[in-house]
């Protein structure tokens, strides 16, 4: 077999069914070998940026691996954003990159780049195929390391010459590897220190992250707050671990967190931070971030403990099993008054906006949020639009909201929303994006018409990078610097790749949008005009302390040319 | 700023010597070296070679740090996908050697000089001209910045030092 034939085989031994890429010279070899491969489906792509989303939006909303296929020099190049927003946020992906022959490294032959080198930085890890006898057992490791431990992204260069060579075909039954044993359980000395100040604890805070999601431990994580009574806050990346119904629930915190969840977190006197990495987003000034608690870390990665603040009791393990192991261990604990307490916080400091007649971003969210019950996928971009939907959308399920925390990506939203809707098939996928993002990576629509991928992509357009334009204001004595933005017009747009396109300017329409909207088959493009200036609150100033917080002032979301003040009408949501 | 006396102990910097075991594949150094300037770490001193086992390096790092850089380095060396071990020599007693080469411009009038000082360190002189000699000079770190302080009156044309390695030492009492 040649190693394009064994390319192909092994990933279908690694059951991979969809593999998202970008021909080009140096992997042309093995895209004749794709030709006639019916167990997987590949999908061309218009950009291998969004090839790499692609997989990270399929990996993120099924758990299991994502896999993106490009050619050798700028198809490399051009993964690593994607590769690099996999690396920040723990998504497990595997890149394969075409290269030039062995015997042309170096040489600055045509389409050349030292991808190994230029990701190394960004990758859990990377391998540069030298033999075609060792491509098998490459691959399978590449994506054992990609799945196991903290997962992450890993990049397999393969040059053109040894895809070309040809031996006898042996795919690993498993892998072993001396350098790299991901523990799954807590050392049980820690669990017994852990279960000692739990018991101990008047004010306890889970503070959950992304890691539960990763671990697939959202139903333990339910099941160890509703015993011991502890209310919930979650990162970014940890919405959808605890459903946000429950009374427990506080929403997420951090610089733009709930004013009651980040109030809870500063005068608790317990935290356990439950796979979260204690970001800079969430923690603001570390010395003072949660300044009377005992901490609980729970992570895989010994790294990421005690790396920006110090914890009482790290456990080093896998948030599932370390659950798993902690619960018969704790019982029910009486938080009924700090419970009673985060409850009048939630009452007096509520989320909220003003609605008129122009549209608020927060509205469209909160009506998606109602008309799915949340039963969707999410996919958000980066800007104000995703800390309302943080904010304004009520996750109940782990895998349903997608975001790109860590780096930040603008332009992640569609080309993932895209992959997620390859791995789910029970709940539409909503992409929804600021016209600042949609912009970045919007030729995947002709993807998405091609295969009727049934994503429902939202355009909150505010005609601004309004997440800069808020720091502008707020910051910089509102001298607004680039960030105002002309877009084409969306629903033409839409209508020329041959994909439906709808529009709402007003607040009444917004309802109605929506429901036609969910109702469409296939993929439709929806263009909500927004009020332009409207900020996010609360607030969390950068590198700041809880005591900075600026709650939602109450003449936020002013009136717009043709409102009144006294038309506003003030709407407010609690998250649990 | 805090003087030594006012800084807490565990903030305090200090050398330390650490020693890994890799998978000896390629580019390993890179990816141990490009770790340390990603994360902005001080690397005084970085050596590699093979061990006992041919697939296996030995690293020797020398790093400085307060306690929480330390453990953070230690940490994201064993992170890396091909680290086998990390161990940091410092709270071990441990043997450690550098070599030098030190190319010492040099007159018939203070060639003796030079030779006795050598003499004083057991270094050896490895090459002769009329115009330089070289001398290699081995033993700790400490011992190699004696002699080339002693030699630096003189004039020192180039050096070429090779960084520490170090092991651990079994033997238990004084030495
Ligand atoms: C504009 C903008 C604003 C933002 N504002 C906020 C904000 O207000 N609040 C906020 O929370 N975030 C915010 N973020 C996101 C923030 O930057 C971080 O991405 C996020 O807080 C990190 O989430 P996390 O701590 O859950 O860690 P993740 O990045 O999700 O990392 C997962 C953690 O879990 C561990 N882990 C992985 N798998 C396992 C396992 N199986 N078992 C155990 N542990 C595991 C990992 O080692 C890691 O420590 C913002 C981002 C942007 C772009
Ligand atoms: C690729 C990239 N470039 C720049 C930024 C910096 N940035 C963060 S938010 C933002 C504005 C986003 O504007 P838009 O997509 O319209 O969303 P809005 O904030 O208006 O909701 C910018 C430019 C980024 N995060 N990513
Ligand atoms: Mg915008």
Known sequence: MTGAEIFVRSLIEEHVDVVFGYPGGAVIGIYDALHDISDIKHILTRHEQGAVHAAEGYAKASGKCGVALVTSGPGATNTVTGIADAYMDSVPIVVFTGQVALKLIGNDAFQEADIVGITRPVTKHNYLVRDVNELAATIKEAFYVATTGRPGPVLVDLPKDVMAMKTVFSYPKSVKMRSYIPHAEG?????????????????????????????????????????????????????????????????????????????????????????????????????????????????????????????????????????????????????????????????????????????????????????????????????????WMAQFFRYVHPRTHLTSGGLGTMGFSLPASMGAAFARRDMPVISMSGDGGFQMNLQELATIREHNVPVKIIILNNGYLGMVRQWQELFWRKRYSHVEMFGPDYVKLAEAYGIPGLRATETHEVEGVVQQMLATQGPVLVEFKTVKEDNVYPMIPAGQTYHEIIDIPNDSSAPQTGEQESDLELVTIAKG | MATAAETPADQAVHKHTISVLLENKFGALNRVAGMFSAKGYNLESITVGPTEDATVSRMTLVTKGDDAIIEQIIKQLNKLIDTLKVVDLTYESFMERELALIKIATTAENRPEIMQIVEIFQGKIIDISHKTLTVEATGSGQKVDAIIKMLKPFHIKEIARTGRVALKREFVGEV
């Open chain 1, 187 to 387: 050392n049980q000395k820690q669990l017994d220190k852990a279960v000692a100040l739990i018991a101990k604890a008047k004010r306890p805070v889970l503070y959950v992250g992304g890691g539960t999601i990763l671990a697939n431990a959202a139903e333990e994580l339910t099941a160890f707050a509703r015993k011991t009574n502890i209310p919930v806050t979650t990162t970014l990346h940890g919405l959808g671990a605890f459903p946000e119904t429950d009374e427990l629930s506080m929403g997420m915190l951090g610089m733009h967190g709930t004013w009651y969840s980040n109030t809870a977190v500063n005068y608790c006197d317990l935290l356990i931070a439950v796979g979260a990495r204690f970001d800079d987003r969430v923690t603001g000034r570390t010395d003072a971030f949660a300044p009377e608690a005992k901490k609980i870390h729970i992570d895989i990665d010994p790294s990421n403990i005690s790396k920006n603040v110090k914890v009482d009791v790290p456990i080093v393990g896998d948030v599932k099993k370390v659950l798993q192991q902690l619960l018969p261990q704790v019982t029910a604990l009486d938080t009924k008054d700090w419970r009673q307490t985060i409850r009048t916080w939630k009452e007096e400091h509520p989320l909220r906006y003003r609605n008129g007649k122009y549209i608020r971003m927060q509205h469209v969210i909160r009506a998606v949020s109602d008309a799915t019950g949340g039963n969707a996928v999410m996919v958000s971009d980066v800007g104000q639009h995703q800390m």
